[in-house]
């Protein structure tokens, strides 16, 4: 069973859109979660992050991820059109502002799917906005989960793992942490948050 431990979040009135962050780990399964959660809701809008990254196989544009190369993605930057972005084993990330403030102004719940640098952005620009941690049931596990994707290079995965080890350290900025041994209870636990539920 999975544990939400909340730090202090307002209670949000039932039925008032609120920008949600979920943000942890590489490895720690917010994909999974996500991708869950919108088969039992498919209601909650989801942004869509824009990268430099190359697809991987089975990813589509526009579903995933909007896939740009390095000059689209200064032009985003230079024209104030990402809420935030953040640069990871040598990609960016970003999400397109207009998208999730036109879905927020027409009365939407909107679930941001980011890294811990990206989160600490829109803390900034959206105080209001509620950060959720998603936390591996232990280090062990995150590091199988990691290993076992098959997709990325030694050095990338030693990358990650370091970076995994100052994600999970910065734990105690969030409002409320939810520890990812059940999707099914994670996904449950994440709606209720987000007043979908």
Do not use: C
Request: hydrophobic fraction near 40%; aromatic fraction near 6%.
């Amino acid at each position: 069973m999975s544990t939400a431990v909340s730090r202090g979040t307002t209670p949000v009135p039932p039925g008032h859109p609120r920008l949600t962050v979920l943000s942890g780990p590489s490895g720690v399964g917010k994909s999974t979660v996500v991708a869950h959660m919108r088969k039992v809701h498919p209601e909650v809008w989801l942004s869509v992050s824009a990268t430099t990254r190359k697809p991987r196989p089975g990813e589509k544009p526009g579903v995933q991820y909007y896939f740009v190369d390095d000059d689209e993605f200064d032009k985003l930057v230079a024209n104030g059109e990402l809420l935030e972005w953040a640069e990871f084993a040598g990609n960016r990330y970003g999400t397109p502002r207009g998208a999730v403030l036109e879905k927020l102004a027409a009365g939407e719940s909107v679930l941001l799917e980011i890294d811990l640098q990206g989160a600490r952005l829109v803390r900034e620009s959206m105080p209001e906005a509620q950060l959720i941690f998603l936390a591996p049931p232990s280090w062990e596990e995150l590091v199988r989960r990691l290993t076992g994707r098959g997709t990325e290079s030694p050095e990338v995965i030693k990358e990650r793992l370091a970076a995994a080890r100052v994600e999970l350290a910065a734990e105690s900025e969030f409002d409320v942490t939810l520890v990812n041994t059940s999707v099914e209870d994670v996904a449950r636990e994440l709606l209720t948050f987000m007043n979908v539920a």
